[in-house]
């Protein structure tokens, strides 16, 4: 009954977190493609609604990422509050050791990796393909909404168009040029009084039919050359990225498709690679969970701060070895196999190693360094945006302190903006000052408590009177 109390404490204190970082993550990822769609709803035509259709198509790819790493910032977090408030220590003192403390994390995990299981092996490859489908259809239903009267467009592949006016609502395009360099052997130029733009038979095609024109044809390889006068032409368009004109990206494919291309005679390594990103991935949230439980005890300050830093840095490790090997076993140097799954050996043996050292209350290499080194750098970054804020709002309180009082068009009077540091000399502290070195510091100085900062003054000009000078880098 203890331990099932103490379980769902663990469990809730872990979804706080993991929501935290799965939403800060996946708003990261999602902000390298909204430029991108952003263009569609501007120059291309594409509603809000049929953009978020391709957020939703993006998501799996997106969440297969930051699902594992939002299951080890939520580890790293609630370990190191538990670890802050010392109750790991309570739960160590009433008979709790750290390996009965394990389930609700494994089955945190666990979970982490199902849902991952069930994104990398079904909706991730129907994901990437409904998006490259949609993209199709926005292009053959919003073809003409780039185009402008009196510009060359090249809107489609290795094809030219320019006309002179378009009438939407008619969908009738009155004076058309068009330049066909679709077989080089051959090329074409067409020009028409009238044009119209048709849906073709394949979603992915369109029909330009143009009327009251000429085409002009020559053969490079016997000199010929074809003048023809029509009323009536006809010409087929593939748009870009077409199905005719792309193949099927291995990710965009089944599990099942992958393994059918591994029976034909020669089998591509990225063929291979794909079908073990598919089964690693997932193994992820698992290594992660091993590697942040011991990170998590072993820390006793930092905060969320320390979680979102820690994690970063892990995940930034792990996909550089994971893109290491992925390109070792894509050129075929390596198998595979070794390539995609070496991170996760690699995480999960050192997961192991520091769990029973945890387990055993063995300090691991380098665990006071490492702390020290990591809280020093996020100290600095806080006081030096801390001392940048307080910088920023004094020059506003001068200067709203020298134009308040001014009426409209009326110049300063001479001698009502303060003399550079005329403030500073009855600045409030208390400040400290070093018997030594003889300078003084502000409070948040790494030599306000220092051994020889005995001497405290209330004020500045105290200090200075008393024959200290200002510490160069607090700048009291």
């Not at 939407?168 to 080089?184: A, C, E, T, V, Y």
């Not at 940048?388 to 001479?414: D, H, V």
């Amino acid at each position: 009954m203890k331990n099932r109390i103490i379980y769902q404490y663990i469990f809730k204190e872990l979804l706080g977190p993991f929501s935290l970082g799965l939403l800060v993550f996946t708003c990261i990822l999602l902000m390298n493609k909204v430029l991108k769609l952003m263009d569609l709803v501007v120059n291309k035509g594409v509603s809000l609604g049929e953009v978020g259709a391709l957020v939703a198509y993006l998501l799996p790819s997106f969440l297969v990422l930051t699902i594992p790493m939002s299951v080890l910032l939520a580890v790293l977090i609630a370990l190191g509050r538990f670890s802050a408030d010392s109750e790991i220590v309570a739960m160590k003192a009433s008979g709790i050791s750290l390996y009965q403390l394990v389930p609700p994390f494994a089955l945190f995990c666990v979970i982490g990796f199902l849902l991952t299981n069930t994104l990398t092996l079904f909706l991730l490859p129907r994901g990437n393909f409904a998006f490259k489908q949609q993209l199709t259809r926005f292009a053959s239903s919003h073809t003409m909404v780039g185009l402008k009267a009196g510009v060359f467009k090249d809107a489609f592949d290795e094809v030219v168009l320019y006309i002179n006016d378009y009438d939407r609502r008619q969908n009738l395009i009155k004076g058309i040029f068009i330049s066909d360099r679709r077989d080089p052997e051959h090329p074409a130029e067409i020009s028409g009084k009238k044009a119209r733009l048709l849906q073709g038979k394949d979603p992915s095609e369109i029909v330009l039919q143009i009327f009251d024109g000429s085409l002009h044809k020559y053969d490079k390889n016997s000199g010929d050359y074809q003048y023809l006068i029509f009323n009536t032409y006809e010409m087929d368009i593939a748009l870009n990225g077409s199905q005719k004109q792309r193949r099927i990206r291995y990710r965009e494919m089944g599990l099942f498709e992958l393994f059918e291309k591994t029976r034909a005679d020669y089998v591509s390594p990225r063929v291979r690679v794909e079908i073990q990103q598919r089964f690693a991935f997932p193994f992820a949230c698992l290594v992660f969970g091993l590697l942040g439980l011991p990170l998590g005890v072993y820390w006793r300050r930092g905060g969320k701060a320390y979680g979102f830093v820690l994690s970063i840095l892990i995940v930034f490790c792990y996909y550089i070895l994971l893109s290491f090997g992925e390109n070792l076993a894509k050129n075929a140097y390596i198998s595979a196999f070794i390539g995609i799954w070496l991170p996760n050996v690699i995480y999960a043996g050192v997961g192991v190693v520091l769990f029973r050292k945890a387990a055993r209350e063995e300090p691991f290499f380098l665990q006071k360094e490492l702390q020290n080194k990591l809280i020093n750098f996020l100290t600095w970054l806080k006081e030096k945006l801390e001392k940048n804020r307080k910088k920023l709002k004094e020059s506003k309180a001068i200067l709203s302190g020298a134009t308040g009082n001014l009426q409209p068009g009326q110049p300063p009077a001479a001698g009502s903006v303060p003399a550079p540091g005329r403030s500073r000399e009855t600045e409030a502290g208390p400040f400290h000052g070093n018997t030594i070195s003889k300078s003084f510091h502000r409070p948040g100085c790494k030599q306000y408590h220092a051994k020889n900062s005995t001497q405290c003054f209330a004020r500045r000009e105290e200090a200075i009177k008393a024959g200290y000078r200002p510490c160069r880098k607090c700048d009291p």
